[in-house]
């Protein structure tokens, strides 16, 4: 009977999938410190035992609901990487312009920044601070974009590393405290790109 192992994990997954997407619109409407367990799985239609078994903590649920926006951004930003395949620099410039014009609109992370002012503050350390969900997986994952994209072979592992970190950690200090247009922030980190990478990703004359 495969079938049955089959639907289940289907249905775990859809469950999921409905138990994020709740817990993003709370957040998105009326702040993280709205969203709890009892809550959420009661809009879900699901007991609060199940919710506990399939997701895990309130923590274990603000890291899935951050995971699946993180990975809207790197979809974005391997696309914008893809448009300029022969030039690290322009590539990495393009993606910085997608992240911090993306993330300017994107509610979630409005709702999560606006908690600053208030007591409402649990989910901005997992966001801003913590080296995980977000900036650990969104450096492995433009490092390896980046490698695959444009093989960089005059550059080792943790030269890559250092690198990329250097690029998301200060396309994140724009993103979450803007000081002015989008245009200048990434005016400002396209300078330090091409201190970077251009001596050994720009195109060849």
């Known amino acids: 009977m495969p079938e049955a192992p089959r639907f289940q994990s289907q249905m775990r997954l859809l469950l ?6 709740t817990a993003r619109e709370l957040v998105c409407t009326e702040g993280w410190g709205a969203v709890n367990m009892s809550r959420v799985a009661k809009e879900v239609g699901v007991s609060r035992p199940v919710l506990y078994k399939e997701i895990g903590t309130k923590q274990d ?3 899935l609901v951050l995971q699946q926006e993180l990975e809207t951004f790197l979809v974005g930003i391997a696309d914008s990487l893809a448009e300029h395949p022969a030039d690290v620099t322009a ?5 910085v312009d997608f992240t911090l014009r993306t993330g300017s609109d994107n509610a979630l992370l409005k709702a999560v920044l ?7 503050t649990e989910l901005l350390p997992t ?9 650990g997986r969104a450096l492995d994952a433009v490092g390896a974009a980046v490698r695959a994209r444009y093989e960089l072979a005059d550059l080792s592992e943790d030269e890559l590393t250092t690198r990329t970190e ?7 200090s724009h993103l979450f405290q803007p000081l002015g247009p989008v245009e200048r922030a990434v005016a400002q980190v ?3 790109l091409r201190a970077l990478f251009a001596p050994v990703g720009a195109p060849a004359s």
């Open 16 to 21: 999921r999938e409905r138990v994020i997407e």
């Open 61 to 63: 649920l603000a890291d």
């Open 91 to 95: 590539g990495l410039t393009a993606a």
């Open 114 to 120: 606006s908690g600053r002012s208030t007591a409402n």
């Open 127 to 135: 966001l801003m601070t913590d080296p995980e969900p977000i900036l």
């Open 166 to 172: 250097i690029v998301i950690r200060l396309t994140l």
């Open 190 to 192: 396209a300078a330090v």
